[in-house]
Nanobody
């Protein structure tokens, strides 16, 4: 079954940095716009960043602008995270945008995210704690 696989999570102190990676299994990464999402314990999944198929367009949630950067290359999608805060703690997922209007619903409701994105991986856990 086709899906994405995330890696790169870990424990980091506030102000630290991490680089998450996302690679596809059973599908071609470059065929899809891809988004990163996160879910903190007891909270709903939220969009973090999204990048178009060709990598020329990228958007970021207001909460991470200036700190996180999504990019892609070599059939991978990356999320560079810096100036990490405790509120960035959560499980981070990547998924493909299944719609014809890439990245337009990446920051929408959890139900819309579930409807519009697919090939979910198991996620990688990020903990920001001193």
């Amino acid at each position: 079954q086709a899906h994405f696989m995330e890696s790169g999570g870990g424990l980091v102190q506030p102000g630290g940095s991490l680089r998450l990676s996302c690679v596809a299994s059973g599908l071609i990464t470059n065929d899809w716009a891809v988004a990163w999402f996160r879910q903190a314990a007891g909270k709903e999944r939220e969009g973090v960043a999204c990048i178009s198929e060709n990598g020329l367009s990228a958007t970021h949630a207001d909460s991470v602008k200036g700190r996180f950067t999504i990019s892609r290359g070599n059939a991978m999608v990356y999320l560079e995270m810096s100036k990490l805060r405790p509120e960035d703690t959560g499980v981070y997922f990547c998924a493909a945008d299944m719609t014809l209007a890439p990245c337009t619903t990446a920051y929408s409701t959890p139900q819309r995210i579930e409807d519009d994105f697919g090939f979910w991986g198991q996620g990688t856990e990020v903990t920001v704690h001193s």
